[in-house]
């Protein structure tokens, strides 16, 4: 069985600070997908990669896939309020036909 | 609208009457998914349709729970006998085919309560 771990499980910082949260997995996915969610809303998703070290930004959010593909990550740079939410990753298989998502990261920037 | 619709947004019912979920998908897409997200987790597969068909039910947790898809497009996921333990939001999520690599479209979900 395929899963993906994320750490931390919940992060509260202050508006202006940094953060790292991780996706990982003894599995090797072809592609990860960051997903956003806010309260009251499903999930919207945010960035596919699907290149072992590939690095994407998204204005302050940079995601990075694994050499190996089996872990990301999701850097944020000068976090503001409108980042908090609950961040989740998921993995896609050649072949398979859904996604294996992990149980997120809800992350409070705090004013 | 062009998004997943999800209806009723908000239900609240007794323990032990049935309940119907619909969901809307995309126009086009040809599979459509079920989640359920207890407060403050992440999300628990339910079912996948590709199509009306539905080659992966694993998630349903019990006989009680039941989904159906017709005109490759409306889905109903119907829970009977509700149980507390069914409280929950239940997601639909829905993508232009059937893989992994697929981005998912998600709605903004029923809302259940069971008293």
């Known amino acids: 069985t395929q899963l993906l771990e994320q750490s931390p499980q919940f992060l509260s910082i202050q508006e202006g600070e940094n953060l790292t949260v991780y996706c990982n997995s003894s599995?090797?996915?072809?592609?990860l997908q960051w997903y956003r969610q806010e309260p009251g809303e499903g999930p919207v998703l945010l960035v596919t990669?699907?290149?072992?070290?590939e690095v994407k930004k998204l204005k302050r959010l940079t995601f990075q896939f694994g050499d190996a593909r089996k872990d990301s990550s999701l850097h944020i740079t000068a976090a503001q309020t409108g980042d908090t939410g609950l961040y989740l990753c998921?993995?896609?298989?050649?072949?398979?036909?859904?996604?294996?998502f992990g149980q997120g990261t809800r992350l409070t920037i705090n004013p | 609208g062009a998004g997943v619709s999800q209806s009723p947004s908000n239900k609240v019912t007794e323990k032990g009457k049935d309940v119907e979920l619909r969901c809307d998908p995309i126009?086009?897409?040809?599979?459509l998914y079920w989640y359920r997200q207890r407060l403050g987790q992440g999300l628990e597969f339910l079912i996948y349709?590709?199509?009306?068909?539905?080659?992966?039910k694993s998630g349903l947790p019990s006989d009680r729970f039941s989904a159906e898809r017709t005109g490759e497009s409306v889905s109903t996921l119907t829970i009977q006998r509700t149980q507390q333990e069914d409280s929950a939001v239940y997601l639909c999520?829905?993508?232009?085919?059937?893989?992994?690599?697929?981005?998912?479209?998600f709605g903004d979900g029923t809302r259940l309560s069971i008293l």
């Open positions: 999520a829905s993508s232009l085919v059937g893989q992994g690599s697929q981005p998912q479209h």
């Open positions: 599995s090797v996915f072809s592609s």
């Open positions: 990669v699907v290149t072992g070290g």
């Open positions: 998921a993995g896609g298989t050649q072949g398979a036909q859904k996604l294996v």
């Open positions: 126009s086009g897409h040809t599979a």
């Open positions: 349709f590709q199509g009306n068909s539905a080659p992966d």
